[in-house]
């Protein structure tokens, strides 16, 4: 077995390469991850100019600017039980087939959507096959 020397500036470059590569952090570190209810709200003006906010009321922002300073209020979330949302969808499938039964010309269904202007429903991202052809429903009244 040979042991092929290097010249001494070499073997102290690599050494030093060797102990970078290992203190190096991760290329994209997670990042902890605040709870919305958690996090600092910034007012409207502020994030409209992406300028940092001190989250007063008012902030420093728009007192020094003499802005109105408004907070966004809380996003409401909406939750519905699945049972909910398979009846939800087993009526929007209802109400195209009875679209298809009182107009089985695509192109006059096609027309009336178009119409009615481009909105999506619910069933456009059901699991149902690709041929069925898909309409805007209406809400019940």
């Known amino acids: 077995m040979s042991i092929i020397k290097m010249p001494r500036g ?8 060797k102990q970078q590569q290992q203190q190096r952090l991760p290329v994209n ?10 996090r600092k709200r910034v ?6 100019r992406r300028t940092r906010c001190s989250g007063e009321t008012p902030c420093s922002q728009c007192a020094a600017s003499s802005r109105e300073c408004v907070y966004p209020g809380p ?6 039980s699945r049972t ?25 269904r096609k027309e009336l959507v178009a119409r ?19 309409f805007p429903s209406t809400s019940p009244s």
């Open 75 to 80: 996003s409401a979330k909406v939750f519905i």
């Open 116 to 134: 009615q202007g481009s909105f999506s429903t619910p069933s456009e991202t059901s699991s149902a096959s690709a041929s069925q052809q898909r």
């Open 43 to 48: 007012a409207q003006a502020c994030n409209l």
């Open 84 to 108: 909910e949302l398979d009846d939800l969808k087993r009526r929007v499938e209802a109400y195209e087939r009875a679209l298809q039964d009182v107009m089985p010309d695509d192109d006059k």
């Open 29 to 38: 570190p997670r990042r902890h991850k605040v709870p919305p209810a958690q």
């Open 10 to 17: 070499k073997e102290d470059e690599q050494q030093q390469e």
